[in-house]
């Protein structure tokens, strides 16, 4: 089947640290990658996507590469601040016309001055 | 641009009623998505409309049903509710495309609470 696991949180950093949250996949084919942000009260927004193997989507400092090897699609950032505080998932989408997406559970980030 | 627009914000029901969301899509997109987000169990996809038909179905019973407008707007249907359905339903919309990587524009959500 098609699934998204994502590191348990809640995850508490302070800030300036480095952030990591892990994203492994399970897919038929080749799927899209995404990671979503959920900030405080609001809707979901994309923050990046990755389309095929080795491709590295970035924004708002953030980055994670599609690796195929691992089927993994890890969220990284350099240094968090207090407004990246929100919940992050990690989701995929099926190159076969089927366009809905598969989410991970999601992972509740804190960061604290 | 006006977003993904949802209404009721809340909605609150007994068990066995029936309930009916509403989501209006970004002008120019065609297709709509309806998620469910209930706790502990994170985003489950439950149909995706486009041009007045369903193209695809999540893991849900028939007691889910929805329709899509020819202004593509789209209502969720949830009949003889149950204690479990108690969940957010979040809409998103996007340009009708066969390409996987069509970023989905959400909604800010239907909070259903069924007592």
């Known amino acids: 089947g098609n699934s998204v696991t994502q590191m348990e949180g809640p995850v508490t950093l302070s800030e300036e640290a480095f952030l990591t949250i892990n994203c492994t996949y399970t897919a038929t084919g080749y799927p899209s990658l995404f990671w979503y942000v959920q900030y405080p009260g609001e809707g979901l927004q994309l923050l990046l996507k990755a389309t095929k193997a080795d491709d590295k989507g970035s924004n708002k400092g953030f980055e994670a590469t599609y690796r195929k090897e691992t089927t993994s699609f890890h969220l990284e950032k350099g240094s968090v601040q207090v407004s990246d505080s929100a919940v992050y998932f990690c989701?995929?989408?099926?190159?076969?016309?089927?366009?809905?997406?598969?989410f991970g559970t999601g992972t509740r980030l804190t960061v604290i001055p | 641009e006006a977003g993904v627009t949802q209404s009721p914000t809340h909605l609150i029901k007994t068990r066995g009623q029936q309930a009916t969301l509403r989501c209006s899509p970004i002008s120019g997109h065609t297709s709509v998505y309806w998620y469910q987000q209930a706790l502990g169990l994170g985003l489950q996809f439950l149909l995706w409309y486009d041009e007045g038909e369903e193209r695809n179905r999540g893991n849900f019973p028939p007691r889910f049903s929805g329709r899509q407008f020819p202004n593509y707007s789209s209502e969720l249907n949830v009949n003889a509710l149950e204690l479990e359905d108690s969940a957010l339903y979040l809409c998103?919309?996007?340009?009708?495309?066969?390409?996987?990587?069509?970023?989905?524009?959400f909604g800010p959500g239907t909070r259903l609470t069924v007592l």
């Open positions: 989701a995929l989408s099926l190159q076969t016309g089927a366009n809905n997406l598969f």
């Open positions: 998103a919309s996007s340009p009708f495309s066969t390409r996987s990587y069509n970023e989905q524009f």
